[in-house]
C-alpha cells in the first residue's frame, strides 16, 4: 500500500465544477471479479470479453451497491474487516479500478496512497522518484526542484534517498510515498492504512500533516482498522460488510457500533470454545470505571471549581500494560478535553496478569455549571488504537450567568 498516485476523474467518472456538489459522488458503485478454478475458465473469461459477451463464470461481488457523498472538507474514514470491500472501493473512487456498475462522480485533483510501491519504479532511486511523482501531479522540472527539498527531509530516510526502490523497506516506501503526497496537497487524499507501517514517531508527523490538511479544507477519505486513529481524524464513517453498507454516521456513532458487533462476536466465538481464556477477548477493555468513588448511571455532583477523579480498571489480552485516554465532553456531545496516560508518561499498576488500574485526578474544574460526559477508552500499549469506552455523567454544581464550558480567571479594568 501507500505509494502516491495522482490522478484526474478519468474513466467511470466525471468532471464538474470545483464548487459544484460534492467533491465525490457515488451511487450504486458494484465490481464484481471472475471466479477461476483452471487456467480453462480464464481463457474462456479473456475470449468473452474479446467478444463483448458477458462470461459464463461465476462471479464474486466485491462491492455491491455502493452509494454515498463526501463533502467538499470532509473527513471520511471506512472500516470493516479484512476482505469487506474497502481497498476495492478506494481503488474504484481513485480511478484505478473500474466499477462493474453504477457512477462515480469526482471533482477536483485526487492524491491515493494505496498499495505498497504502486507508482514507484523499483529501478529508480527515490529521489528519481520523487522526480517523477511530481512530474504525474503536473509540476514543472522546476517546480519539482523547489519541492525536492522538503520532500527528502519529511521522508527522513537519509542517504537511502539515492538508493534504487526496490531496496527500500515497506516503511521507507511509506515515508517516501507520503512525503510526495505532502509536495502539492489534493483536492481529496484517499489513504488506505498509510498508519498502520512505519514507526511511531513517523505515524506522529504523518498525523500533523492530516490535521494541517484538514484545517486548510482539504478532504480525507481514511481506511483505517485503527478506531483511534478514525475518531481522531475523521468526523464520518462508513461501515462497509461484505461490498454493502452497514451503517454511515458520524464516526464516534459508527465506530462505537462497529467495536461493540466485534465484542458480541467475540463473546458468541467464547461461546462456542469455552475452554479459551475468560476476559475481553482480543480486545482491550475497560472493565470498571468510577467517578468519585462511584460507579453510577445517574450524575455525580461535584462543586464548582471542586476535584473530579476518574478511576477504574483495563483489560489486557496480552499482559502488556495498556494505555487509557479519558475525555470530558459536554452532554451534547462538545469536546471539552481529554488526556492520556501515554502522552504524560504514566504506567497503569497492574493487578493480576491481565488487569490494569488507573486513577485520573482532574483538580480545580474551571469547568460552568451544567451536565458533562466522563469518557475511558481502552488504548493498546503503544498508545496507538482506541478500543471500547466506558461512560459516566456529572454535574458541575453552581449558579452563574456566563456563557460557554469554561470558567476563565478575568478582571475588568
Known amino acids: 500500500m501507500n505509494a502516491p498516485i495522482f490522478l484526474p476523474s478519468t474513466g467511470p467518472t466525471s468532471q464538474a465544477p470545483a464548487a459544484a456538489g460534492p467533491?465525490?459522488?457515488?451511487s450504486g458503485v458494484c465490481k464484481s471479479y471472475p471466479m477461476h478454478t483452471s487456467a480453462a475458465s480464464q481463457l474462456a473469461t479473456l475470449w468473452s470479453k474479446l467478444r463483448g459477451v458477458a462470461s459464463s463464470a461465476a462471479a464474486f461481488k466485491a462491492l455491491d451497491g455502493i452509494?454515498?457523498?463526501v463533502q467538499r472538507g470532509e473527513s471520511t474514514a471506512l472500516i470493516g474487516v479484512n476482505g469487506a470491500g474497502k481497498s476495492t472501493l478506494l481503488k474504484v473512487i481513485a480511478g484505478v479500478v473500474r466499477p462493474s456498475a453504477g457512477q462515480v462522480h469526482m471533482r477536483g485533483r485526487v492524491g491515493a496512497l494505496l498499495e505498497?510501491?504502486?507508482?514507484?519504479?523499483p529501478e529508480y532511486t527515490g529521489r528519481e522518484n520523487v522526480a517523477l511523482g511530481c512530474a504525474l501531479m503536473g509540476l514543472s522540472p522546476a517546480q519539482t526542484r523547489e519541492q525536492m527539498d522538503g520532500i527528502v527531509a519529511f521522508a527522513d530516510i537519509g542517504?537511502?534517498?539515492?538508493?534504487?526502490?526496490?531496496?527500500?523497506?515497506?516503511?521507507?516506501?511509506?515515508?517516501?510515498g507520503f512525503a510526495v503526497a505532502t509536495a502539492l496537497a489534493p483536492d481529496l487524499l484517499i489513504t488506505d492504512e498509510v498508519l498502520s507501517v512505519g514507526d511511531e514517531s513517523f505515524q506522529r508527523k504523518c498525523i500533523a500533516w492530516m490535521e494541517n490538511f484538514l484545517t486548510n479544507g482539504g478532504t480525507l477519505l481514511l481506511c483505517s482498522h485503527s478506531m483511534?486513529?478514525?475518531?481522531k481524524l475523521c468526523s464520518q464513517a462508513v461501515w462497509i460488510e461484505s461490498g454493502r453498507i452497514r451503517l454511515r454516521g458520524t464516526s464516534a456513532d459508527v465506530t462505537r457500533e462497529y467495536l461493540a458487533w466485534h465484542e458480541e462476536r467475540n463473546a458468541k466465538a467464547r461461546q462456542l470454545q469455552p475452554d479459551a481464556p475468560a476476559g475481553g477477548g482480543g480486545f482491550y477493555q475497560v472493565r470498571s470505571m468510577q467517578l468519585n468513588g462511584m460507579a453510577t448511571d445517574e450524575p455525580v455532583v461535584v462543586q464548582d471549581g471542586g476535584t473530579l477523579t476518574v478511576e477504574g480498571t483495563v483489560y489486557s489480552p496480552d499482559g502488556r500494560v495498556p494505555q487509557v485516554a479519558v475525555g470530558v465532553t459536554r452532554?451534547?456531545?462538545t469536546p471539552v478535553a481529554g488526556c492520556y496516560s501515554e502522552m504524560d508518561g504514566f504506567s497503569l499498576r497492574q493487578i493480576d496478569a491481565h488487569l490494569f488500574a488507573y486513577s485520573l485526578a482532574l483538580m480545580r474544574l474551571p469547568l460552568l455549571p451544567g451536565r458533562y460526559v466522563a469518557r475511558s477508552h481502552a488504548m493498546d500499549p503503544e498508545g496507538m488504537r482506541m478500543f471500547d469506552?466506558?461512560?459516566?455523567?456529572?454535574?458541575?454544581?453552581?449558579?452563574?450567568r456566563e456563557t460557554g464550558i469554561c470558567k476563565l480567571e478575568h478582571r475588568w479594568s
Do not use: C, N, W
Not at 467533491?23 to 457515488?26: A, E, G, I, N, Y
Not at 542517504?159 to 517516501?176: T, W
Open 116 to 121: 505498497l510501491g504502486a507508482g514507484f519504479h
Open 67 to 69: 452509494s454515498f457523498d
Open 331 to 333: 452532554v451534547d456531545g
Open 228 to 231: 483511534y486513529h478514525v475518531q
Open 389 to 400: 469506552h466506558v461512560e459516566r455523567r456529572f454535574d458541575i454544581a453552581g449558579d452563574t
Open 23 to 26: 467533491l465525490v459522488s457515488l
Open 159 to 176: 542517504a537511502h534517498i539515492d538508493q534504487p526502490v526496490k531496496h527500500y523497506s515497506s516503511g521507507m516506501v511509506v515515508r517516501l
